[in-house]
């Protein structure tokens, strides 16, 4: 299995932004979906934003459409997601994650990064 290493988060200012990286070991990365999910203090697990293998197709949460933006470079075993337009309520310790492409399961995670968003 893949395994993962986030990096990037931080504190900001609501309307901010920043830009998680997500660095994967293996050398099967692009056979990979990639997804970023969150969690929140007292809340379940969320996805957030998912990547296809060729990164040609992705997936958003209803939330961060339109804000956030996930892409990868399959040469460089690399996931990103670009976080604009920050508000509170995306404050959550941000995990990156990986599925065989044709699974639904992930089945590699991140230790995760911490995101705080300022008022």
């Known amino acids: 299995q893949v395994q993962l290493v986030e990096s990037g988060g931080g504190l900001v200012q609501a309307g901010g932004s920043l830009r998680l990286s997500c660095a994967a070991s293996g050398r099967t990365f692009s056979s990979y979906t990639m997804g970023w999910f969150r969690q929140a203090p007292g809340k379940d697990r969320e996805f957030v934003a998912g990547?296809?293998?060729?990164?040609?197709?992705?997936d958003y949460a209803d939330s961060v459409k339109g804000r956030f933006s996930i892409s990868r470079d399959n040469a460089k075993n690399m996931v990103y997601l670009q976080m604009n337009s920050l508000k509170p309520e995306d404050t959550a310790v941000y995990y990156c994650?990986?599925?065989?492409?044709?699974?639904?399961?992930?089945?590699?995670w991140g230790q995760g990064t911490q995101v705080t968003v300022s008022s």
């Open positions: 990547i296809r293998r060729s990164g040609g197709s992705t």
């Open positions: 994650a990986a599925r065989f492409y044709y699974s639904n399961e992930y089945v590699s």
